[in-house]
């Protein structure tokens, strides 16, 4: 099914390790982004790449670098795990070209603990 | 920044009636999309309606419905004919189609939707 998928689905890592967060979309979409949903909270966005060859931070970014390796995919990495990154991480994606009409299409999500 | 309030942390209905969510917002921006989205307890984001600002008529899909107040920057959302399917969490989520922060969506914290039988 076309769509955007996102590995893993869960993950725990222990505080101080590394991952990266893998996210791919077939929808040909140009933009991405990566958001954080913790309760209470709803979702925040921590970096988006508004077309292949650019990332922008978001709201919370601190902890986080990001790669748009092409236009497929955008991945997550988690240089020193914390467990303040303890969430649930949501990859999503959108075609600007469409002005903002289709919204975006999200992954499935990844639960992180961080022990 | 743009700030979104969903004011009611949690919701409930009985199945076949009406219930309405609300969602209030602040941007300074003329050109806007809004989104609401439901997550079910599979944790996926699901695109239920959406609602071009500079549009008068409110958006409609089936049983949802928006009531859209932009002088307000209001955007609420009722779903008549409540079904058990319904349950979930709700975000209200506005997108900023201007300057730098071209196509990103700004989430409410959710209203949580529980639906009895």
């Known amino acids: 099914n076309a769509g955007v998928t996102q590995t893993p689905k869960f993950q725990v890592l222990k505080t101080g390790q590394s991952m990266t967060l893998q996210c791919a979309q077939d929808?040909?979409?140009?933009?991405m982004y990566w958001y954080r949903q913790d309760p209470g909270m709803g979702l925040r966005l921590i970096y988006y790449?508004?077309?292949?060859?650019?990332?922008d931070k978001g709201e919370v970014p601190n902890g986080y670098n990001v790669s748009r390796l092409n236009k497929r995919e955008f991945s997550l990495r988690l240089e020193s795990a914390a467990p303040s990154q303890t969430s649930v991480y949501f990859c999503?994606?959108?075609?600007?070209?469409?002005?903002?009409?289709?919204?975006?299409?999200f992954g499935s999500g990844t639960r992180l603990t961080v022990v | 920044a743009q700030t979104v309030t969903q004011s009611q942390p949690e919701m409930s209905v009985q199945e076949a009636e009406t219930v309405t969510l609300s969602c209030t917002y602040d941007?300074?921006?003329?050109?806007?999309?809004l989104f609401w989205y439901k997550q079910p307890p599979s944790r996926q984001m699901i695109l239920v309606i959406r609602?071009?600002?500079?549009?008068?008529q409110n958006a409609t899909e089936n049983r949802f419905s928006v009531n859209f107040q932009k002088a307000a920057k209001s955007f609420s959302l009722k779903i008549s004919d409540s079904q058990l399917g319904d349950a979930a969490m709700y975000f209200c989520?506005?997108?900023?189609?201007?300057?730098?922060?071209?196509?990103?969506?700004?989430f409410g914290q959710g209203t949580i939707l529980t639906v009895h039988p």
């Open positions: 790449s508004a077309s292949e060859g650019t990332t």
């Open positions: 941007t300074s921006e003329s050109d806007y999309y």
């Open positions: 929808m040909n979409h140009n933009s």
């Open positions: 989520a506005p997108r900023r189609d201007g300057g730098t922060s071209y196509g990103k969506l700004t």
């Open positions: 999503a994606s959108s075609s600007q070209a469409l002005q903002g009409q289709d919204g975006y299409t």
């Open positions: 609602q071009e600002a500079y549009k008068q």
